[in-house]
């Protein structure tokens, strides 16, 4: 795994780049060396299944990246919401489903069905934040806990249509004319890499700006013209429809979904993933939570019991590590306020 | 209606324990603003604990005394709990919030790894007895579990109105930077708030164990009840946390009987998104603002 680019400041760095343009030289000059970095490590990552022959290691990491952009919908959330979601592996699942459901009854791949789920995640992330869009983030933490712990009781219900505890497979090639193992490999490379080009791109955005003025102060906003209820909503959405993206290509590169990899576990792996990588939305950081989400539990394969225990350990300590850290310091890993 | 009637006291014994979870939930939330998501895990290793102590994993001692070595180690496992979190308190609500998520996890991982993952178990030590009270059943069990909430809520209620910590304690809710101004102990607060919220953990989910199983995880999903009981009660009210817990108990009971049972955590969900657009502040609606 030593050929996995993870250069550590570049990663969260990366989502705090419109800073003042101060000592401009030093920074230009550290940026260009930033940009070299990924642009290498992203050629290392796709050239990697041509070296290593697409084995058991190029499946992996397409997991690994499918993942990854499930993190960085949590990430988002916690970014510009301020919020913690212990519910999000049912936008994931809602994303995996809607894949493998597409497939099912209309025949028709991933490329298809993909914006559909990106559509059927934000819809239901607007649905279960609108009860509580005036209220305080822990009503919407309890209720995505609910959630999590409702989704298996549903999707073992509905049999018919979700295939109950043996769950669905996907079959169809996305991209024909690839071996089946590339297209698993590189499909959700792409989509890792769009996602975090498209949140770098949002960060400009207004609707970026209203969330941020949120967070900073509801008065201030508020008097802005920008609505806390509003804000709340489109975040929610937003999140949701960048898990089931990453839902969408985990199906598609694991080929197959169920609801034993949908439980309240996943989502709160899910959450400490975002935390490892320190609610970094770039395609390096988020891919260190990615990496250790999916290689974790594969090397302690025999030792079962003690992975939720190494996961809350990691997650205490990266928590109270970067709380010990200079305020400064901290800062620019957290990469601003953002 | 006998139907009725007999499943109403049964909702009102259950969520009577949910009451106890919430109020633990909402004590450490009003004292600290965090939001406990460690409670159920850690009450599930005391119901371990006693089961170890009183099956022969660790000794064979009887009940009582495994009862008072768990409540020991119980109070020092939630004030560890705390200082592991402590750093993180004051500086930001979100951060502790995960860190206690970070707390469960671990707590999740040594239940699974000193009791395994199989079901077990606990009986409580209580005579055989029942009456019928025209159309109503009523065993021990209720009656202990009625008894042991009335009790534990009867003593919180004087712990908190009429004594010096209990003082402290509201203060402390009320204004943290106020009553840092007036000297008191603010980190004091928070671990009498934490060790009593583990106390009441204990005996719900002693209590609750027979009537399910014990696994590593049951105890941690029957606290989903009693995060719906908090919420209904408006989160950061106690009288309120009594309240929804007992409609949570009895709201459950109606719906899996009469509905179907196979999805029990469904209604939790749909009841909590229900009351937050009905009473988003609470059935009771003590709640001060919304924290931004």
Redesign the interface.
């Known amino acids: 795994m030593s050929s996995l680019p993870i250069p550590p400041h570049a990663a969260s760095a990366a989502s705090a780049d419109p800073q003042a343009p101060q000592a401009a030289s030093l920074a230009e000059g550290r940026q260009r060396l930033r940009r070299l970095a990924s642009v290498l490590g992203l050629l290392v990552l796709v050239l990697l299944p041509l070296i290593s022959g697409g084995g058991y290691w190029t499946f992996t990491l397409g997991v690994c990246f499918a993942n990854a952009i499930a993190i960085i919908s949590v990430s988002f959330l916690v970014r510009y919401g301020g919020e913690v979601s212990i519910g999000h592996g049912v936008f994931v699942a809602a994303g995996a489903y809607t894949v493998a459901i597409v497939e099912k009854y209309l025949g028709l791949s991933l490329l298809a069905s993909l914006p559909l789920a990106a559509l059927v995640g934000g819809l239901l992330g607007m649905v279960f934040a609108f009860p509580s869009r005036h209220l305080s983030g822990i009503y919407l933490a309890v209720a995505t806990m609910a959630l999590a712990l409702a989704l298996p009781e549903l999707l073992l219900h509905f049999s018919a249509v979700s295939g109950g505890y043996e769950g669905l497979y996907v079959k169809l090639d996305a991209l024909p004319g690839m071996a089946k193992n590339l297209q698993r490999y590189y499909l959700p490379l792409v989509g890792l890499v769009v996602v975090a080009l498209l949140l770098r791109q949002f960060r400009r955005s207004r609707q970026a700006m209203a969330l941020l003025l949120i967070r900073t102060s509801a008065h201030a906003a508020e008097s802005f013209g920008v609505r806390r209820s509003w804000a709340r909503l489109s975040c929610m959405a937003l999140s949701a429809a960048i898990a089931a993206i990453g839902g969408a290509l985990l199906a598609f590169s694991s080929s197959t979904v169920s609801p034993n990899s949908f439980t309240l576990w996943t989502s709160i792996f899910l959450l400490v993933g975002s935390v490892v990588s320190l609610h970094s939305m770039s395609v390096a950081g988020s891919l260190v939570g990615g990496v250790f989400l999916t290689l974790m539990p594969l090397l302690l394969a025999g030792a079962g019991d003690w992975i939720p225990i190494l996961y809350g350990t990691a997650l205490l300590a990266v928590v109270l590590g970067v709380n010990a850290l200079p305020a400064k310091l901290r800062a620019r890993l957290e990469g601003g306020h953002a | 209606m006998s139907d009725l009637l007999g499943l109403v006291w049964a909702g009102i014994v259950s969520g009577s324990l949910y009451a106890m979870g919430a109020i633990g939930i909402v004590l450490i ?1 009003k004292s600290s603003n965090v ?1 406990n ?1 460690a409670h159920g895990n850690l009450a599930g290793l005391a119901a371990f604990l006693v089961f170890g102590f009183t099956a022969g994993t660790f000794a064979s001692i009887p009940w009582v005394a495994a009862v008072l070595v768990t409540l020991v180690i119980m109070v020092a496992a939630m004030a560890l709990s705390y200082f ?2 402590a ?2 308190v004051f ?1 930001s609500d ?2 502790s ?3 206690t ?10 239940t ?2 000193m009791f395994g ?1 199989n079901v077990v178990s606990l009986d409580l030590p209580l005579p055989k007895w029942r009456a019928q009270l025209g159309p109503l059943q009523i065993t021990s069990y209720d009656l202990a579990v009625l008894g042991v909430t009335a009790l534990a809520v009867g003593l919180l209620y004087l712990l908190i109105e009429r004594t010096r910590i209990g003082i402290a304690f509201r203060a402390v809710s009320q204004n943290p930077f106020a009553s840092r101004v007036c000297g008191l102990n603010l980190r004091g607060v928070h671990v009498f708030s934490w060790v009593v919220a583990g106390l009441l953990g204990v005996a719900a989910s002693l209590l609750i164990v027979p009537t399910t199983f014990l696994s590593s995880t049951s105890v941690a ?1 029957f606290m ?1 009840q009693a ?2 009981a ?2 209904v009660g408006g ?1 950061s009210s106690l009288p309120g946390a009594v309240v929804g817990g007992i409609f949570i108990g009895v709201l459950m009971n109606l719906l899996s009987f009469y509905v179907s049972a ?5 209604y ?2 749909v009841t ?3 009351v ?2 009905a009473f ?1 502040k609470g059935v009771l609606s003590i709640r001060g603002g ?3």
């Open positions: 939330y939001v998501f592991l979190i750093p993180l500086k979100l951060t919030t995960i860190a998520l970070g707390v469960g996890l671990v707590v999740q991982g040594i699974q790894l993952s999903s989903l995060f719906a908090a919420v989160f196979e999805f029990n955590n469904t939790v969900l909590i998104l229900l937050l657009n988003p919304a924290r931004v």
